[in-house]
C-alpha cells in the first residue's frame, strides 16, 4: 500500500501514470461513448449507464414523505440526465428507520410519492428530451444496527451481537437480539413496500444489504442460532425469502434490485466476505454464491458496496480526501481503495453474467471519473457508472459528459466528507461546498448541535 494522498491530477494522463505507478488494474479511456449505451434492466431499458447511487439526505417530512429538499434533490438528480436514479433509504417499518426523517412508504403517503415521481419524470424530459425516461428504483430498508427512529438516542436492533461495534451503539453484550418470529413478519413488511412503490409509479425496488444495516447484518450473522443464523444458507434465507415474496407480489415486469456489501473489512466471526485470519484479505466464495443464489431466484439488478461508513475504514466504501471528523487516515493511497470497489465490480459483473451491476467508487476521481467508467463499461467490468456523493454535488455531470464530453473540474465534488459528517451529527446532508448556499448553514447547525450535545449530554 502506499501513502494516502489528496486529489491533485492536472491531466488525464497525470492520473494514469500515478494509477500504473501503483500497480493497481485501474483503466482509462478517452473514448466516452460507451456512456451513452442503454441498458435492459429486466423488462425496461435505462437511456444510458449513468446512475444515481442511493445517497441518504435525512431530510423527508415526519410522516416520511417527500419534504421539500427531497423533491429538489430528486428532481435535480432526473434533470442531470443519468439513465437510472436508485433513490435513498426508505424504511419498511418505523423502528428501521436510521434517523426522524427517514424516508418511509406508506398507504397514506403514497399519493406524495407518485406527485414526486411524476414530478421527476417530467424534470428529466423537460432538460434532456422527450425520449429520456430513466429508470426509478426505491431501495427498501430496515437500519437494524443503525436505527434511531426518535430523537438523538440508538434504539439498535440487531441479529447478532459484534463485540466491536456493539459498543459503538450503546448495546450491552446481554441485550436481546431479534427473533426468528419478526425475521418472517418483516418479510411481509417489505412486501407491503414494494407493492406501494409499484402503485407510487417507480420502475423497482432494491432490496437494500449493504453497510450493515439489517439484511448486511444478516449475511454475516456467523453466531447467531436458528433459521436466520450459522450456515450460508441459514445466513441468506431471509434475503431469498423476501426475494421470493416481493417477486410473487409484483409481477415479472416490476424491477427487484440489491445494493449488497460484497466485503464488510470486518473480523470473522462478524463480517462477510472476508478471510477467517485476516480481514482485510478479500473471500470471493460467499458474495459469489450470493450472486449466483439472488440471479437463480430472479433479481434484475445489482450494485455492489463494501465496508461500514459508520466505522473506522470509511475508504473500503468510498475513497475521500477528507474524512469525517475522529476517522483515521488511513493507510492505502485513495486511488487503490478506487481499484478495490472496481475489482469487486468486475468480479461481480462477472458471476451475474446477464444480469447488469452498478460499479461505484468513482467519486475521488472528480473530471476523470467519466473515463474510468467508460474503460470499465467497455471491457464488460460492469453495465452502469454509479455516482454517489458526485451526485450531490454535480446532479447534471451525466448530461454535461453525454452533450458537452467532460465533467467541469469547478463542479465535481472534492470527497471532503461534508456531506457524512452532517448525517453523523444527525442533520439534513447535500453537498456543503458546491451547494454551499443551501448546505452550508445546514452544516454548520448540524455541527453546533452535536457539539452541545456532546458537551451537555
Known amino acids: 500500500m502506499a501513502a494516502h494522498e489528496r486529489f491533485h491530477y492536472q491531466s488525464l494522463e497525470e492520473i494514469q501514470a500515478q494509477a500504473r505507478a501503483l500497480h493497481t488494474d485501474l483503466n482509462f479511456a478517452s473514448d466516452l461513448s460507451p456512456l451513452a449505451r442503454p441498458v435492459k434492466v429486466g423488462s425496461k431499458t435505462a437511456p444510458n449507464s449513468f446512475a444515481v447511487l442511493p445517497m441518504e439526505g435525512c431530510d423527508s417530512n415526519p410522516d416520511g414523505s417527500p419534504s421539500e429538499l427531497v423533491t429538489r434533490r430528486y428532481t435535480r438528480f432526473a434533470a442531470g440526465g443519468s439513465g437510472l436514479l436508485w433513490w435513498e433509504a426508505c424504511a419498511v417499518t418505523d423502528e428501521g428507520r436510521a434517523n426522524e426523517l427517514s424516508m418511509m412508504l406508506t398507504k397514506d403517503n403514497v399519493g406524495a410519492f407518485a406527485r414526486l415521481v411524476d414530478t421527476a419524470r417530467k424534470a428529466a424530459s423537460d432538460a434532456n428530451g422527450a425520449d429520456h425516461k430513466p429508470l426509478h428504483i426505491l431501495q427498501l430498508t430496515h437500519s437494524g444496527r443503525y436505527s434511531r427512529p426518535v430523537g438523538h438516542s440508538p434504539a439498535p436492533i440487531v441479529p447478532q451481537h459484534d463485540p466491536i461495534l456493539d459498543p459503538r451503539v450503546g448495546l450491552s453484550p446481554d441485550a436481546p437480539v431479534i427473533t426468528d418470529g419478526y425475521l418472517d413478519d418483516l418479510i411481509g413488511k417489505y412486501v407491503q413496500s414494494a407493492l406501494l412503490a409499484r402503485e407510487a409509479g417507480f420502475d423497482g425496488v432494491d432490496l437494500k444489504a449493504c453497510h450493515r444495516y439489517l439484511v448486511s447484518e444478516l449475511l454475516a450473522s456467523h453466531t447467531r442460532p436458528g433459521r436466520y443464523g450459522g450456515s450460508f444458507e441459514n445466513r441468506t434465507r431471509f434475503l431469498r425469502e423476501t426475494l421470493k415474496a416481493v417477486r410473487s407480489a409484483v409481477g415479472p415486469d416490476f424491477i427487484i434490485a440489491c445494493r449488497f456489501n460484497v466485503f464488510d473489512a470486518h473480523p470473522y466471526p462478524y463480517g462477510f466476505g472476508c478471510d477467517h485470519q485476516d480481514m482485510w484479505k478479500f473471500d470471493p466464495a460467499e458474495p459469489m454464491a450470493l450472486v449466483k443464489m439472488l440471479c437463480e431466484n430472479g433479481i434484475d439488478l445489482l450494485s455492489n458496496s463494501a465496508g461500514n461508513p459508520y466505522y473506522i475504514y470509511p475508504q473500503v466504501t468510498r475513497p475521500f480526501d477528507l474524512s469525517s471528523m475522529g476517522i483515521p487516515t488511513p493507510e492505502e493511497h485513495p486511488l487503490e481503495s478506487c481499484a478495490r470497489l472496481f475489482d469487486f465490480t468486475r468480479q461481480i459483473q ?37 455516482l454517489g456523493r458526485s451526485s450531490f454535488a454535480y446532479p447534471d455531470a451525466p448530461r454535461d459528459v453525454l452533450t458537452r464530453g467532460f465533467m467541469d473540474p469547478g463542479k465535481c465534488c472534492i470527497t471532503c466528507s461534508k456531506c457524512t459528517q452532517i448525517m453523523r451529527d ?3 446532508t447535500g453537498c456543503v461546498v458546491r451547494d454551499a448556499d443551501l448546505y452550508a448553514p445546514l452544516y454548520r447547525q448540524a455541527r453546533a448541535d452535536a457539539q452541545r450535545r456532546e458537551t451537555h449530554g
Open 350 to 386: 462477472a458471476a451475474a453474467g446477464s444480469v447488469p451491476v452498478v460499479g461505484n467508487g468513482y467519486s475521488w476521481l472528480r473530471q476523470f471519473a467519466p473515463h474510468a467508467g467508460a474503460a470499465n463499461l467497455a471491457d464488460g467490468s460492469c453495465a452502469f457508472m454509479g
Open 426 to 428: 444527525h442533520g439534513r
